[in-house]
């Protein structure tokens, strides 16, 4: 069983939609969670990052750990065409990845 | 702040050849990590340094695959000899904390393009 499981998509809305993004982990240990997004051609870049249970916000942007259910979302609302590319989920304090979901908002 | 630093960006080789790629750190991080990303997948942890010790180099091809990290700086991977399942991005990230505790942020480069014809 891989450590961090997501969904590779890919994932195409329509401008203005809600987008949910999720993973599972294994290691009941992890305690950091971590969403990345990389644009094409370019290296990863930090979005969210969140210590244990609860949510986080950052404007358009939530992200949620249930760690009972070993569960990471990341939400963007209002999504825009510049949401466009590919989300990672990764756990510290190993810091592995799961496998990216490429999103396309589409005007 | 100058960002991660690699090069070079694109390199094609034939199999059995021999690459290298060079990744200078944002200066003061003591954390250094290669990854391996294959088109359409995560990144995979190759090797992680802190300072200019090993301390996770299990998923390292350790028959084709090195590191180093010669005084705690800057990094060079090398292939040799390379296959062709070796095509793939490098991407070489930092941080400021070490192993075992929160990692912290990890700032990557734009990454080093390799395809084995």
């Known amino acids: 069983q891989k450590e961090v499981e997501q969904d590779p998509g890919p994932l195409s809305v329509p401008e203005g939609a809600i987008v949910s993004l999720n993973c599972t982990y294994s290691?009941?240990?992890?305690?950091?969670f971590m969403w990345y997004r990389q644009y094409s051609r370019k290296g990863p870049e930090l979005l969210m990052y969140?210590?244990?249970?609860g949510n986080k916000e950052d404007g358009r942007f939530t992200a949620q750990v249930d760690k009972s259910s070993k569960y990471i979302s990341l939400f963007i609302r209002d999504s825009q065409p510049s949401d466009s590319a590919t989300y990672l989920c990764?756990?510290?304090?190993?810091?592995?990845f799961g496998a990216g979901t490429r999103l396309t908002v589409k005007p | 702040e100058a960002g991660v630093a690699q090069s070079p960006r694109y390199k094609i080789i034939e199999k059995r050849q021999s690459v290298a790629f060079w990744c200078n750190p944002i200066?003061?991080?003591?954390?250094l990590y290669w990854y391996q990303q294959i088109l359409g997948q995560g990144p995979k942890l190759l090797i992680q340094?802190?300072?200019?010790?090993?301390?996770?180099d299990s998923q390292l091809p350790k028959d084709r695959f090195s590191a180093e990290r010669l005084k705690g700086v800057d990094s060079t991977l090398k292939i040799q000899p390379a296959k062709l399942e070796d095509s793939a991005v490098y991407l070489c990230?930092?941080?400021?904390?070490?192993?075992?505790?929160?990692?912290?942020?990890?700032?990557f480069g734009e990454g080093s393009r390799l395809t084995v014809l």
């Open positions: 990230a930092s941080s400021l904390a070490g192993r075992g505790v929160n990692t912290g942020e990890l700032f």
């Open positions: 290691n009941s240990a992890f305690q950091y």
């Open positions: 969140t210590y244990s249970s």
């Open positions: 990764a756990v510290s304090n190993d810091m592995r």
């Open positions: 200066s003061g991080h003591a954390t």
């Open positions: 340094f802190q300072n200019n010790g090993v301390v996770d």
